[in-house]
């Protein structure tokens, strides 16, 4: 058996999200809430709506995982 | 670049500054060094606490004092007639425009009320940074904090602050034991247990039923369509039921119009009792084979209630269990510093009182997790069973123990008793259902005989119908109350597994900022340090990636490598290190705050490293010096530093403020204005106020002495500045006196004979009516029409030292000096 050779060129993936030391914290989180993994889509949808608001203080924590849960709960009905 | 510049303050009523409807108003240059000097006890570190009040909204000095000395309540000066504290900032955008007026009121409970334009606490947030206010007590804590603590410190200043946050909030979502208790995975845990047990029960019991009815083994759920037909044809082949099967499915067979029918075929009672016997056989047989509990069973459970009951007695109330926890929370934070120092009743110990706590909620969890164990016990090996024994061994209105019991099972588990109460009434009770059976199947028997064959087989056959029929619905909902439950847990583990990744990729982003961030400050640090000590001397900042814990290590301690900061650096050389690390952080990492406000940061220093900081401060760090820096405010009470900012002060780039007063009346910069002094002081006078009219006569006496020196240039000694404040004045005139005995007998005094007989007039005023009393302390001597002649007698002294230039002009000006008009 001959061991298949590895092509990472292949299959280009996103590029890995980092802090951007030149931007606020606002524009940082934004940009790790959109990297979140695209196969939870619906719960990383929920987390770039709700935990800005999370940060504000306009939300609890409890108030976020209720949402991640009610959003589940709606994608299988 | 964006950010904000000090440009004033205004404060009025906040710690040591009353002044009541004139508040002490401060302005500061955009491009230039401000420097605040006062006496111990006036005003100057109320500066520093009212900036922190209206920036940060609170004062940790008092803050940080025992609840009982209520800390807050003296945020606002207690001499305040409406006990109103109230700063007014005004800050400009450091990139030029309008500047903005940001109002901080405050109530005598220390209350804050931000006013102004529509994002002024939206500025306040964004100013609030780690290095905007600095004094002493940062620096010491900062090296004598422990790493993690010093790590937290470290994020901040570094610009993290936000980062860490939300790096510790999705660590507490992502945190196993609150997740769980917010989504109630246990109760979903028994549930699922429960609908499991039931599931068991009843396949069990419609394994029975169905051989009853067909004959035939049924292994297979859900139940298979020939299954399901079998039990029918059971039925249907019964010439008596035929009518009521014809037509419908198995499910909608009215048993009970069946039995009625067979009831009637007999045209008798005792069919009926048959009947009834036989279902409750069915029943007794059921209870007897779901119960299948073992002495190893009992055991088990004993063995963890044993535990429990151990454990339960090494701890309180459940009052005791909030209070701990209360006590854990507040000493885990980062507000609570001293963990040897016992919230509650305030005493200061040997060991940790954060341990101590620790220690005893630990109990209190595994008393929790032995009852969570005992539960799970319980449900696993099926002991639900024997209350469905008791169910049927008690006939109704017998007492029901068991389920009692197991209905408590969730909030208050089981004791050893219990368990042992439970085990022995499960023997009687199974003694009781087995006389129960041998009764009814001696009845079962005679009945059987007296009735004929025929319809004893087909009422069996209608009472296993009608067991199955039930038995099977349990099963299709027990197995629906499974899959929700199966359905919800697998959203919740989705979302924690969702959280997990989250806050693992988010502590590596942050990690690589630190990373990042560090290795940009340590040169700066080290650069800073080495010009304030001078020595070969040189400190690391040392951050393990991923923890946020962060040393202070010497990577060379004159030629010895690797040692720790906090053993060997000197006191002075510690706030050197902390100093270097909050002004490299501050250099790079300002953000919004483009101003820092120093208060008495060099107090540990001698004079020749106060120099050496300040030179730093002023030449590399500070606006103008470093044009991209910080506009700095330094408070200062040291006197060897004022003489240095008077000197700095005569340049472009350095302003220098003295201030002077009480905090039961008035706070005020030595740059008013004389007359405004000086109207203040008769002010107070008239008013019949002689004790603080006293006070701000020296202030004025001193003012327009050192005026006098300044403006003609008279030589002083060089401890003048050191010199005890109540003999300040008397120095200044010996200074002065001496300066015109020596030209006069140079016979170089340009003053005229009148002025200089003026002098000894004013003099002998000045020094009868008030300072023979001040520097002795004697102040209750004084009288308000004395002291108004004092202030007649220092501006006629301050004139014998001017002219009329040119004469006839009516221009009066000081003479050039001594020996020049």
Not at chain 1, 9 to 38: M, Q, R, V, W, Y
Not at chain 2, 98 to 107: L, P
Not at chain 2, 713 to 730: E, H, L, T, Y
Request: proline letters at 3%; one cysteine or more.
């Amino acid at each position: 058996m001959t061991p298949r050779a590895s092509n990472p060129s292949a299959t280009p993936s996103a590029p890995e999200f980092e802090i951007d030391d030149a931007k606020s914290f606002d524009e940082n989180l934004s940009g790790f809430l959109d990297s979140l993994t695209p196969k939870d889509a619906v719960l990383a949808a929920v987390a770039q709506r709700e935990v800005p608001r999370l940060v504000r203080g306009e939300i609890t924590q409890a108030g976020l995982l209720d949402a991640f849960k009610q959003a589940l709960e709606s994608q299988s009905r | 670049m964006s950010g904000w510049l000090l440009q004033r303050v205004e404060i009025e009523g906040m710690r040591g500054i009353n002044n009541a409807s004139e508040p002490l108003v401060i302005r500061f240059k955009d491009n230039c060094i401000t420097s605040i000097s006062a006496p111990n006890g006036v005003g100057k570190s109320s500066i520093f606490d009212a900036l922190s009040f209206a920036i940060r909204g609170k004062i940790p000095k008092l803050d940080d004092l025992p609840a009982s000395e209520r800390g807050k309540e003296y945020y606002v000066n207690r001499f305040h007639p409406d006990s109103q504290g109230k700063v007014v900032l005004t800050l400009v955008p450091y990139a030029g425009g309008a500047a903005v007026k940001i109002s901080v009121s405050c109530d005598s409970s220390g209350a804050r009320t931000v006013s102004g334009p529509a994002n002024a606490d939206t500025i306040l947030r964004e100013i609030d940074r780690e290095f905007v206010l600095l004094d002493n007590a940062t620096f010491q804590s900062f090296v004598g904090f422990k790493d993690l603590d010093r790590g937290r410190a470290f994020s901040g200043l570094l610009g993290l602050r936000q980062y860490s946050e939300f790096r510790q909030t999705l660590q507490g979502l992502a945190r196993t034991q609150p997740f769980n208790n917010h989504f109630n995975t246990a109760v979903l845990e028994n549930r699922l247990r429960t609908a499991t047990t039931a599931l068991s029960n009843a396949q069990s019991g419609a394994q029975t039923a169905f051989e009853a009815l067909t004959k035939r083994r049924l292994s297979e759920f859900p139940v298979p369509g020939d299954a399901v037909a079998a039990a029918y044809g059971a039925l249907a082949q019964v010439e008596l039921l035929k009518s009521h099967c014809d037509g419908k499915a198995f499910g909608e067979i009215d048993f009970q119009a069946c039995l009625t029918a067979i009831a009637g075929a007999e045209q008798g009672a005792e069919r009926a009792e048959l009947s009834q016997i036989i279902g409750t056989q069915a029943r007794l047989e059921a209870a007897l084979v779901a119960d299948a509990l073992t002495d190893a069973d009992k055991d088990s459970l004993k063995a963890l209630a044993t535990s429990r009951d151990t454990a339960l007695r090494e701890i309180g109330s459940e009052m005791l269990h909030q209070h701990l926890q209360s006590a854990h929370a507040l000493l885990s934070s980062d507000e609570w510093h001293d963990k040897n120092l016992c919230p509650t009743c305030n005493t200061q110990n040997e060991q940790s009182v954060l341990d101590h706590v620790t220690g005893s909620l630990a109990k209190y969890d595994n008393a929790h997790r032995l009852a969570e164990e005992i539960e799970e016990c319980w449900h696993t090996r099926g002991f639900e069973n024997v209350v469905g024994l008791e169910g049927e061994a008690q006939d109704t209105g017998e007492p029901k123990p068991l389920y009692d019991i197991a209905r408590q099972l969730g909030n208050a588990s089981l004791s050893v008793a219990q368990v042992d109460q439970m085990w022995t009434a499960r023997t009687a009770y199974r003694a009781k259902i087995e006389a129960k059976r041998v009764s009814l199947k001696s009845r079962r028997d005679e009945l059987e005989k007296k009735l004929p064959a025929s319809l004893v087989a087909i009422n069996s056959a209608v009472e296993a119908a009608k067991l199955l029929k039930e038995k099977w619905a349990a099963v299709e909902q027990a197995r629906g109350q499974i899959a929700t439950i199966n359905a919800e847990k697998g959203n919740i583990d989705q979302i924690k597994r969702f959280l997990d990744a989250a806050s693992t990729k988010f502590q590596t982003l942050e990690s690589n900022a630190t990373d990042r961030r560090v290795a940009a400050v340590q040169p700066i640090c080290r650069g800073l340090f080495a010009s304030i000590v001078a020595t070969d001397v040189e400190p690391s900042l040392v951050k393990q990636r991923g923890a946020e814990a962060l040393s202070l290590a010497l990577s060379n301690f004159f030629g010895l490598n690797n040692l720790s900061a906090q053993a060997l650096l000197s006191e002075s050389f510690r706030n050197a290190l902390a100093v270097s690390v909050y002004l490299a952080a501050a250099q790079l990492y300002g953000g919004a705050a483009r101003f820092v406000v120093l208060d008495d940061v060099t107090s540990s220093f001698d004079a020749g490293h106060q120099f050496m900081m300040m030179e730093i401060i002023k030449s590399s760090f500070a606006r103008p010096g470093n044009p991209g820096g910080p506009q700095v405010v330094i408070l200062s009470h040291d006197t060897l530093l004022e003489k240095l900012f008077n000197k700095n002060s005569g340049g472009t780039d350095w302003n220098h403020i003295r201030l002077e007063g009480t905090a039961r009346t008035e706070i005020l910069p030595h740059t008013m204005d004389s007359t405004q002094v000086r109207d203040k002081t008769k002010a107070l006078l008239n008013a019949g106020q002689v004790q603080d009219g006293a006070f701000r006569l020296r202030f004025y006496l001193e003012q327009r002495l050192l005026e006098i020196i300044g403006k003609l240039k008279i030589p002083v000694p060089v401890d003048f500045a050191m010199d005890d404040n109540r003999k300040q004045i008397q120095h200044c005139l010996d200074a002065i006196n001496a300066a015109v005995d020596v030209n006069k007998a140079a016979n170089r005094l340009v003053l005229s004979a009148t002025q200089q007989q003026g002098l000894r007039t004013h003099i002998a005023t000045i020094t009868g009516n008030y300072l023979s009393h001040y520097a002795t302390g004697q102040s209750q001597a004084f009288s308000g029409p004395a002291l108004l002649a004092v202030v007649n007698a220092i501006d006629d002294y301050a004139l014998c030292f001017q002219h009329e230039d040119p004469p006839g002009s009516g221009t009066i000006v000081w003479y050039r000096s001594l020996t020049q008009a």
